[in-house]
Nanobody, 116 residues
Framework: QVQLVESGGGLVQPGGSLTLSCAAS????????MGWYRQAPGKQRDLVAS???????DYADSVKGRFTISRDNAKNTVYLQMNSLKPEDTATYYC??????????WGQGTQVTISS
């Protein structure tokens, strides 16, 4: 019914910035809470940031002050702006709706690598 496609990952030096995009196949942000998640090799998948239908945001302690989640309803796209990147931010990043994440339903994700 709804498809989510992540993009924007890449290789960045420590201290650099990246903006990830999550494009939805139809308008859904008035229906679902959206979240960005990440998973590093050998680690569990963790919620990084979320945004509700009303626009309220929440962040993991590890990214507060550095990452910003936002949305553009006209473009059916959710963004994750990442600043002051650290090597420990290296992971595969996934966009998802909250209920699908709880059911362990995921897309391909986009790889973010922070290295000098």
């Amino acid at each position: 019914q709804v498809q989510l496609v992540e993009s924007g990952g890449g290789l960045v030096q420590p201290g650099g910035s990246l903006t990830l995009s999550c494009a939805a196949s139809r308008s859904i942000f008035n229906i679902y809470t959206m979240g960005w998640y990440r998973q590093a090799p050998g680690k569990q998948r963790d919620l990084v940031a979320s945004i509700t239908t009303g626009g309220s945001t929440d962040y993991a302690d590890s990214v507060k002050g550095r990452f910003t989640i936002s949305r553009d309803n006209a473009k059916n796209t959710v963004y994750l702006q990442m600043n002051s990147l650290k090597p420990e931010d290296t992971a595969t990043y996934y966009c998802n709706i909250d209920r699908w994440a709880k059911l362990n339903y995921w897309g391909q994700g986009t790889q973010v690598t922070i290295s000098s």
